[in-house]
Nanobody, 126 residues
Framework: QVQLAESGGGLVQAGGSQRLSCAAS????????MGWFRQAPGKEREFVGT????????YYADSVKGRFTVSRDIAKNTVYLQLNSLKPEDTAVYSC???????????????????WGQGTQVTVSS
C-alpha cells in the first residue's frame, strides 16, 4: 500500500498562487494515474484534476480549468498541484489519491482511486 502525504497548503490572498505537493512512499506511483480532490466545509468531495501514469495526459474540473495544473516528478515519486488565480471559493482541504489499478484510463470518479493522503488546507482570503 502506498502512503501519500500532501504539503504546501496555507493562507493565500485571492488572485494569488500556491503549489501543493503529494509525496508517495512505500512503493512507486509511476504506474498509477494520480488525482487531486478537494472538500470544503459542508460540501461534498469534489474532483479537481488528474494526471496519467506517464504524465502525458491531464484532465480538470471546469471550475479550475485554466487556473490549476497537475504535474508529476517520476524521480521524486511526487505529484504537484499548481494553483493560480485563486478565488475564495477554492478554499478547501485538498487531497491527492492514487488510482486503484496501474495503467488505467483517466478518471474523475473518486471510486477509482484507492490510496488517499490526509489532505492539506488551502484558505483563500478575499
Amino acid at each position: 500500500q502506498v502512503q501519500l502525504a500532501e504539503s504546501g497548503g496555507g493562507l493565500v490572498q485571492a488572485g494569488g498562487s500556491q503549489r501543493l505537493s503529494c509525496a508517495a512512499s512505500g512503493r512507486t506511483i509511476n504506474s498509477y494515474n494520480m488525482g487531486w480532490f478537494r472538500q470544503a466545509p459542508g460540501k461534498e468531495r469534489e474532483f479537481v484534476g488528474t494526471i496519467s501514469w506517464n504524465g502525458v495526459s491531464t484532465y480538470y474540473a471546469d471550475s479550475v480549468k485554466g487556473r490549476f495544473t497537475v504535474s508529476r516528478d517520476i524521480a521524486k515519486n511526487t505529484v504537484y498541484l499548481q494553483l493560480n488565480s485563486l478565488k475564495p471559493e477554492d478554499t478547501a482541504v485538498y487531497s491527492c489519491a492514487a488510482a486503484k489499478r496501474p495503467y488505467s484510463s483517466l478518471s474523475y470518479d473518486y471510486a477509482d482511486f484507492g490510496s488517499w493522503g490526509q489532505g492539506t488546507q488551502v484558505t483563500v482570503s478575499s
